[in-house]
């Protein structure tokens, strides 16, 4: 089967570095990708990896390690609009176009 | 910056009801995808959409669910007889390459079936 895990919540203070993880097993595994939900609206794409390695955009980091299926994404520098649910989703090939396969989320909360 | 576009934002239906959710992708967009998120959980994956076919559709897609693109614009998402289980919110998706990695996801049509 297909599953991934990731912490439900996490606290961290304005300014502070957050990191957020996820582990994953699947098969046909193509890359992981990041999303941030606004309760409950559109996910919005943050970062994907297909290669092993640290990816940034910004205040924003993503790390793969695909030897040891697992990943995280690091924000940096918080703010309070950064107080979301974070998604981690498995892209699958498969077919045409693949498909996400999402984990259940980390909700973080970012305090003054 | 180009927006999938979802309507309507709620629906409410009786059980029993079809639906049809409707959706207009980024136009130079080539691959979609319905998901659905059941509040508080995580999001979903129903179906992927290719060259006017399904390419694939998840155990959820059962056969009450049809997609079609009947006009080049807009992707609609039928339920043909609404169940309470079903009251979700449902999200399009596109993407304009199979190995492009970000999805563009709409804004979402919250359905509620009573």
């Known amino acids: 089967g297909q599953s991934l895990e990731q912490p439900s919540e996490v606290t961290a203070v304005e300014g502070a570095i957050v990191q957020m993880n996820c582990t994953y097993q699947?098969?046909?595994?193509?890359?992981l990708s990041w999303y941030q939900q606004h309760d409950g609206g559109a996910p919005t794409f943050l970062s994907y990896n297909a290669l092993d390695g640290l990816e940034e955009t910004g205040r924003f980091s993503s790390f793969l390690s695909r030897s040891d299926s697992y990943g995280y994404l690091l924000l940096q520098e918080l703010q309070m609009k950064d107080s979301a649910s974070y998604f981690c989703a498995v892209r699958v090939f498969y077919n045409q176009g693949g498909k996400l396969i999402f984990g259940q989320g980390t909700e973080l909360s970012v305090k003054p | 910056e180009p927006e999938v576009t979802q309507t309507p934002s709620h629906q409410v239906t009786q059980m029993g009801q079809e639906v049809i959710l409707r959706c207009v992708p980024i136009s130079n967009h080539l691959y979609f995808y319905w998901y659905r998120q059941i509040l508080g959980q995580k999001v979903e994956f129903l179906v992927s959409f290719y060259n006017n076919e399904i390419s694939e559709k998840s155990e959820i897609f059962d056969d009450q669910f049809s997609v079609e693109r009947p006009d080049g614009s807009n992707f609609t998402l039928k339920i043909r007889s609404t169940k309470l289980e079903d009251s979700a919110m449902y999200f399009c998706?596109?993407?304009?390459?199979?190995?492009?990695?970000?999805?563009?996801f709409g804004s979402g049509t919250r359905l509620t079936v009573v």
């Open positions: 998706a596109g993407n304009r390459d199979s190995l492009n990695y970000g999805y563009t």
């Open positions: 699947t098969s046909g595994f193509y890359g």
